[in-house]
Every structure is written in C-alpha cells, then in structure tokens.
C-alpha cells in the first residue's frame, strides 16, 4: 500500500511564496508520474502542475511562470515551489501519484493540504 504526505501548505500574503512537498512511501513500486492538484471552495478539482518520468512537466495557465514543479526520485518526493501567490491560489492542494506495482498502474492521492493567500 502506498500513502503520499504532503506538507508545507499554510497562510501566506499576497505576493508571497510556499513550497510543498510530497512524499510517497511503501515498496515495491516504481512511480510513473506525480503531481499537484487545487480545489477551491464551490470548484471542481484542478490539474495545477504534472511531472513525469524523465522530467517532463506540464503546469495550468493560471500558474505558468509562477509556480515550479520538481521531483527527487532517490526520495521519491515531489516539490511545488509557488511564487507570486495570489488571493485566487487559495485552495487545498492535493499530491497525486500514478504508480507502476506488479505491472498494474495505481493511480494515489494525497489527503491535501490548506493554502490560503491573504489580500
């Protein structure tokens, strides 16, 4: 069984900046892709940014140019590092992980972690 814990979400100011982090843990699997997701009270759940295998990412609109997102594969950890967040960034942000076990793909989510931008 694999668990993603995510930490690093909390109160920030406009302009300011957060990283999170996600840390997968178990045996016996080979991750394929990791990722971070928003939901914001009253919205459907949100790609925010992806990261595969060999390091291809792909980020939302929203957030191109602001937010950054990075792996260590030896820790199997993803990093969300958000810079220039707005009020608009508040959401909980969900870590998600599609994961290769015994030629099957799993695909895992975080439990999430509160981000709130003040104005």
């Known amino acids: 069984q694999l668990q993603l814990v995510e930490s690093g979400g909390g109160l920030v100011q406009a302009g300011g900046s957060l990283r999170l982090s996600c840390a997968a843990s178990?045996?016996?699997?080979?991750?394929?892709?990791m990722g971070w997701y928003r939901q914001a009270p009253g919205k459907q759940r949100e790609l925010v940014a992806r990261?595969?295998?060999?390091?291809?990412?792909n980020y939302a609109d929203s957030v191109q140019d602001r937010f950054t997102i990075s792996r260590d594969s030896a820790k199997n950890t993803v990093y969300l590092q958000m810079n220039g967040l707005n009020p608009e960034d508040t959401a909980i942000y969900y870590c998600?992980?599609?994961?290769?076990?015994?030629?099957?793909?799993?695909?895992?989510w975080g439990q999430g972690t509160q981000v709130t931008v003040s104005s």
């Open positions: 990261i595969i295998t060999g390091g291809s990412t």
């Open positions: 998600d992980a599609d994961v290769l076990f015994r030629s099957v793909t799993f695909h895992y």
């Open positions: 178990g045996s016996g699997f080979s991750i394929r892709a």
